[in-house]
């Protein structure tokens, strides 16, 4: 798997803020992980002790 930084502007990280996006994201990865046998806290470790 390969990570890629994105850096959003003010305008686009209000937008995914009030659009909801970043909480549909989350749950799509964290089905996904537990379909895979990961943990969640994957997502925790890999964002520098921060949550998505």
Known sequence: MKRTTVTLDGEAEW???ASGA??????VLEQWLAEH??????????GGGSAC
């Open 22 to 27: 970043e909480t549909a994201l989350r749950q």
């Open 15 to 17: 937008l995914v803020e």
């Open 37 to 46: 046998g990961e943990s969640p806290d994957v997502l925790r470790s890999e």
